[in-house]
């Protein structure tokens, strides 16, 4: 693969984003998120990241360092953690925890604002359109950057696997890493679309309408 080839998508959610995603994806509570568990994912998303060769952003860097010291601080013991400014509490994962609930709140707000909006469309027709507004078909951010990789890692997952136990006719890596590069390049330029029924369920490629 090229060094200088990067993969640019025009829709890219932020480091809280995929952290409340691996929250979602382990089915748990967010006061219940475990700083080891939750690293070892944040730093398998953004090593996949890397080798599809999507540029991320700095603050994608920055949640990694601070997750790495958060894991760090919190193996140690009580009395011998380094005193935080301000820390009103002895547990390193609360201020991420109230990042966390706080930019959950912001979202839920601006998708109901966004339904609100999508109701008002169809109760106010448009003059001299008479049919009825069809629903939006799903699209790539809705689908989610995060839920495509989450495939591909699994993608990769069951390759190695095969590997272990010497299947010949196993596909290779490459060939997985240039097929996904392939795939969100068509649905990059509106040729195709991911759509999924539920989180977590199978995501299925249509061509665009």
Avoid at 78 to 97: C, K, M, S, Y
Avoid at 177 to 199: C, D, G, P, S, Y
């Amino acid at each position: 693969m090229e060094a200088d080839y990067k993969v640019k998508l025009e829709v890219f959610e932020g480091p809280l984003d995929l952290l409340l995603y691996l929250i979602k994806q382990d089915e748990i509570d967010i006061y219940d998120v475990s700083l080891e568990r939750i690293t070892r994912q944040y730093l398998e998303y953004l090593q996949a990241f890397k080798e599809l060769n999507i540029e991320l952003a700095g603050e994608f860097i920055v949640m990694a360092a601070n997750l790495i010291y958060l894991k760090s601080r919190s193996l140690l013991p009580i009395d011998q953690q380094p005193p935080e400014e301000d820390a009103e509490e002895d547990d390193p994962r609360w201020d991420l925890i109230r990042q966390l609930i706080e930019y959950k709140k912001f979202k839920e707000a601006a998708a109901d604002l966004h339904l609100r909006q999508l109701e008002q469309e169809r109760i106010f027709a448009r003059e001299g359109n008479a049919l009825p507004l069809l629903q939006e078909p799903l699209r790539l951010e809705e689908v989610g950057i995060f839920q495509l990789i989450n495939a591909f890692q699994t993608v990769i997952k069951r390759i190695e696997a095969r590997q272990d136990v010497q299947f010949g006719a196993a596909v290779s890596r490459v060939e997985i890493v240039v097929t996904f590069l392939a795939l969100l390049e068509l649905i990059r330029l509106k040729q195709v679309r991911a759509l999924q029924k539920n989180m977590f369920e199978e995501i299925e490629i249509a061509a665009a309408a």
